[in-house]
Nanobody
Framework: QVQLVESGGGVVQTGGSLRLSCVASGGVFSRYQMNWFRQSPGKERQFVARINWTGSMTYYADSVKGRFTISRDNAKNTVILQMDSLKPEDTAVYLC???????????WGQGTQVTVSS
């Protein structure tokens, strides 16, 4: 059983930056592709970014491409989401998810709130 704990959320002004972290425990971190999703009230959960097992390949939603960067440190069981040039529409609860294969999400964290003020 893998446990995921996110941190780093907060309140930031438009154009600002935040760095989210997700730390995994209880499993072999390098077995999992790691993903970030976000969810706003009344909206469906939205894919944000994914990184493969080694960190050599990354994927982004069009809405965050060029502004967000996903990375991982397998020695520290951590995945990072660097968010720059934040917009009010980025406001959401951000969740990390682990899956052994693309498109499969076996474990989820509880999420961290990101609020971007205009």
């Amino acid at each position: 059983q893998v446990q995921l704990v996110e941190s780093g959320g907060g309140v930031v002004q438009t154009g600002g930056s935040l760095r989210l972290s997700c730390v995994a425990s209880g499993g072999v971190f390098s077995r999992y592709q790691m993903n970030w999703f976000r969810q706003s009230p009344g909206k469906e959960r939205q894919f944000v970014a994914r990184i493969n097992w080694t960190g050599s390949m990354t994927y982004y939603a069009d809405s965050v491409k060029g502004r967000f960067t996903i990375s991982r440190d397998n020695a520290k069981n951590t995945v990072i989401l660097q968010m720059d040039s934040l917009k009010p529409e980025d406001t959401a609860v951000y969740l990390c998810a682990a899956g052994e294969d693309p498109g499969y999400y076996d474990y989820w964290g509880q999420g961290t709130q990101v609020t971007v003020s205009s």
